[in-house]
């Protein structure tokens, strides 16, 4: 997955812990794990609380981008439909990508206003890529982002990522692979990937 080219891959490709998403901009718990929209986290379990709100939760992928901005790991991201309505925001990320600005797009994306506009506003309609771009214009070039988007560059993304994510066997969103290892679900970083990753640091 890293040595391909074509995978959207953050950081170094050759990094020694590697990371894999399957997750999808329309999906409650992948929003819990991304760790941007604390209120519907509370909303959906006090368990997903974390620390601002008077809980413990940690949200993995505010880990997992610690650890790459340090040159540590490196994340593959992939799209599956865990949700249903996140196929514009596989595309916007994919493109934003193209700027550098992945996370950038992704955090708005991951945030109550951006599960708003994939579950409620814009959902899967291809003529509504203007809007995701305006959403996204404080992040990247919103011109470049639309133009990239209506292209269909990466159209095939949306049903070429599911398939890699059934190769493996899964298919729940958010499911994470630590080099050879699965964490399944919106797991706490503490809980579930601390144990993995402190060894190989």
Known sequence: LFADEGNMVLGKRDAKIKFVEFSDTSCPFCHVAAGHNPSLSVQMNPRFATEAEGGTYVPPVLEIKKLIDEGKAALAW??????????????????????????EAHDLLMNKDGYSLVNDKVKN??????????????????????TCMDSKKYESRVTGDPQIASAFGYGATPTFFINDKVVEGAASWTDSFKGIVDPLL
């Open 78 to 103: 992939f799209y599956t439909p865990g949700h249903g309505n996140g196929e514009l925001g596989t595309l916007a990320l994919y493109c934003a990508n193209e700027q550098g600005k992945f996370w």
């Open 125 to 146: 309609d291809r003529t509504k890529t203007g809007e995701v771009a305006s959403f996204l214009k404080t992040a990247l070039d919103s011109g470049k982002l639309k």
